[in-house]
């Protein structure tokens, strides 16, 4: 029987090419142990088991002819629902996107498809992404494996809990204001926020256009490097995207962090950070300066704007990106609609959740007339100020060093009534979509309850080689993947 829980994606290809197990043994028993668990933990929206098993026997012909494979040829990996996958339903656990299949691939999933990896299947997530939690899809509430009465993490808790629960081998999230690195953190994974622009958007269901990005959810940091360097580059089809070289990530993974400048930022160790996240934190910081690390105190003084600024401009752009859902083109549509104004009306009171409702209204608010300048232009001048804090700090200092939330997961039901306490979650994890930063969380400790805790290191623009590579040297401290399952 393969040990999924324990092999990572580099770990069963070299198993795979070398003969010594197939994709198709793989791919077989990673169901398996989805028809077994996933009913707890509900990290799926959806199967592609045929799709897959046929995959996996092709990949496994091509090895036995002496063909040439990519990169993640035979492996298994699952991808947030809000990725199109063409011939395959994309809901954005919304009952509005219920049953709508995608007629096209997203960039990256053709980029997957090309280095040969088996999707399996589409996971869990806060409908639309708009969340932390994992707690308003239509499609149920997800389960984290430590602890089935907490929450994953949101929006990208499904892909998350699929990687730690070792029902998938990779997965793809995606990251607005912290939907791929606090998931991560509440189940001890790695998650990568790259840079805005290092991967592309095509085929990505829009949130907040100018935040959202792509990225990997993985079982170590060797696959982080791994997946991204499959992920990253440049699209035509997405005006956003940054046309630069894409480095070898894992080339660079082991240069240690000799030399390395650690800026401590102040105001991510304030009042409301739980003590246990601090202290495992500060440790492995230690530990990084014994290894030669220069680490010194940074500050980013208009942090505590950050917020207030997000929940603006990310409502706003979901307000604008969220009309096409009208009932009109495609997606769900009230039936009882006695004209075409009742017919918009019924199908968007209908077919969207409360918190997706909430925003959009928080959005259209702060884009009336008379209001657009008092809230969502100051909020645009706002998020400058931030993106010059991060430009000021990467003058003196190679990374960032912070709490990738403020506590461990939280119990289900604990936040979802108070909007405020929710969105506060997200504390440490906003500014870098604001500055269009890359960003990553690794795991670094467990707490006394037997729950993971996530380090986040941030990094200059288009510099995720960097990141990766001090996210390699935390794990190496930390002695690799968190194991508390």
Do not use: W
Not at 196 to 205: A, D, E, N, P, Q
């Amino acid at each position: 029987m393969i040990d999924l829980m324990r092999l990572t994606a580099h770990e069963l290809k070299e198993g795979i090419v070398r003969g010594e197990t197939s994709s198709y043994e793989v791919v077989n028993s990673l169901f398996d142990r989805i028809e077994k668990i996933d009913r707890d933990i509900n990290a799926y929206i959806s199967l592609l088991k045929e799709e897959a098993l046929r995959k996996a026997e092709e990949v496994d012909r091509r090895i036995d002819r002496g063909e040439k494979v990519g990169k993640l040829a035979g492996i298994p990996l699952a991808v947030k629902d809000n990725i199109c996958v063409r011939g395959t339903k994309t809901t954005c656990g919304s009952k509005i996107l219920e049953n709508f299949v995608s007629p096209y691939d997203a960039t990256v999933i053709e980029r997957l498809k090309s280095a040969d990896a088996v999707i399996i299947g589409k996971t869990n997530m806060d409908e639309f992404a708009m969340g932390s939690s994992t707690e308003t899809s239509y499609f149920g509430v997800t389960r984290n494996p430590y602890d089935l009465s907490r929450v994953p993490g949101g929006s990208s808790g499904g892909s998350a809990a699929a990687v730690a629960s070792g029902e998938t081998v990779l997965a793809l999230g995606s990251d607005t204001g912290g939907s791929i690195r606090q998931p991560a953190s509440f189940c001890g994974v790695v998650g990568l926020k790259p840079t805005y622009g290092r991967v592309s958007r095509f085929g990505l269901v829009a949130y907040a256009s100018s935040l959202d990005q792509i990225g990997p959810l993985t079982k170590d940091v060797t696959d982080c490097a791994l997946l991204l360097g499959v992920l990253a580059g440049h699209d035509l089809r997405d005006s956003t995207s940054g046309d630069l070289e894409v480095p070898d990530y894992l080339a660079l993974l082991q240069e240690g962090v000799k030399g390395i400048r650690l800026g401590i930022p102040e105001e991510y160790f304030a009042e409301g950070l739980d003590p246990e996240v601090n202290s495992s934190v500060m440790h492995l910081v230690q530990q990084l300066a014994d290894l030669g690390a220069e680490v010194e105190n940074a500050s980013l003084p208009h942090t505590g704007y950050a917020i207030a600024s997000y929940y603006l401009l990310a409502t706003a752009e979901a307000s604008a990106n969220l009309a096409r859902y009208d009932g009109v083109k495609y997606g769900f549509r009230a039936e009882e609609a006695a004209d075409l104004d009742d017919m918009y009306c019924y199908t968007r009171s209908i077919g969207f959740g409360d918190e997706v409702k909430r925003r959009i209204m928080l959005g259209t608010y702060a884009l009336s007339a008379g209001y657009y300048e008092a809230y969502y232009r100051k909020a645009q001048k706002v998020r400058t100020l931030i993106k010059q804090d991060f430009q000021k700090a990467f003058e003196r200092f190679d990374v960032l060093i912070t709490p990738t939330s403020p506590t461990v997961a939280f119990k289900i039901g604990e936040k979802l009534d108070d909007p405020l306490k929710m969105y506060l979650s997200d504390v440490y994890t906003i500014s870098v979509n604001l500055a269009g930063i890359p960003a990553v969380s690794v795991p670094c400790g467990i707490s006394a309850e037997g729950l993971p805790i996530g380090l986040q290191i941030l990094g200059r623009h288009f510099d995720e080689a960097t990141v990766l590579r001090v996210a390699y040297a935390v794990e190496q401290v930390v002695g690799g993947a968190i194991d508390g399952l």
